[in-house]
């Protein structure tokens, strides 16, 4: 079946450009997270999408990024200015989000290089 | 093993052992535990998972132990095959106020040599 899919795979920019990142999640499922992976690191947290709820933003590194779900489906991390520390894989996550249905299930990532 | 916090990022083994990935988690609140396959080039993989109100949980070829008096986690791989070969992430979950944003360790590197 359709996984977590994500576009580009890769991208190539230059510092202070501006870049997004799409994600779709799986049909149905209510939750949607955005992490970043730098290379040989473990996942870091960047927001966190759940229904109509207002997004948990609290990993958001800087006000350069942001993110947003559109129809409670597709969403797009965006990133402004590009800095040189931004090159990482970034990996979007989808969730049932019920009750004992917590498992993510991940994309395959975004692999961002800034130049 | 790891951390949620880092003790061994390297585990190399030989095909047909078995394989012991270890983790240590802070937060005595946590209450849902997930072991991730992360394979080069891809994003992770969901393994098994554990809740609190369990110690052991079993699933194909793979075991979870929680150990919540010491805050410590293991994942034990059965008869280690090349394909096992990834890195391993544990990750803690907290539900608070609704939200769920797991924790995750820096991960453990498992090699396995035919």
């Known amino acids: 079946g359709a996984g977590v899919s994500q576009s580009p795979s890769n991208k190539v920019t230059e510092k202070g450009k501006d870049v997004e990142l799409r994600c779709d999640p799986i049909?149905?499922?209510?939750?949607l997270y955005w992490y970043r992976q730098s290379l040989g690191q473990g996942l870091e947290f960047l927001i966190y999408?759940?229904?109509?709820?207002?997004?948990?933003k609290s990993g958001l590194p800087s006000d350069r990024f942001s993110a947003e779900r559109t129809g409670g489906s597709v969403s797009t991390l965006t990133i402004q200015r590009t800095q040189q520390e931004d090159s990482a894989v970034y990996l979007c996550?989808?969730?049932?989000?019920?009750?004992?249905?917590?498992?993510?299930?991940f994309g395959p990532g975004t692999r961002l290089l800034v130049l | 093993g790891e951390s949620v916090g880092l003790h061994l990022p390297t585990l190399s083994v030989q095909e047909g052992d078995n394989s012991i990935i270890n983790c240590a988690y802070s937060?005595?609140?946590?209450?849902?535990f997930i072991w991730y396959k992360q394979e080069s080039g891809k994003g992770p993989q969901f393994i098994i998972d554990?809740?609190?109100?369990?110690d052991k949980r079993q699933g194909q070829r793979v075991t979870v132990l929680l150990n919540k008096t010491v805050k410590h986690l293991s994942l034990q791989i059965a008869a280690t095959q090349p394909g096992d070969s990834a890195v391993y992430f544990c990750?803690?979950?907290?539900?608070?106020?609704?939200?769920?944003?797991?924790?995750f360790g820096r991960g453990t590197s498992l090699i396995v040599h035919p």
């Open positions: 554990i809740r609190s109100n369990m």
């Open positions: 996550a989808s969730s049932p989000w019920t009750a004992g249905q917590e498992t993510q299930y």
């Open positions: 990750a803690e979950n907290t539900s608070s106020g609704g939200s769920y944003i797991p924790t």
């Open positions: 049909s149905g499922h209510t939750a």
């Open positions: 999408f759940q229904g109509n709820s207002a997004p948990d």
């Open positions: 937060n005595s609140a946590s209450d849902y």
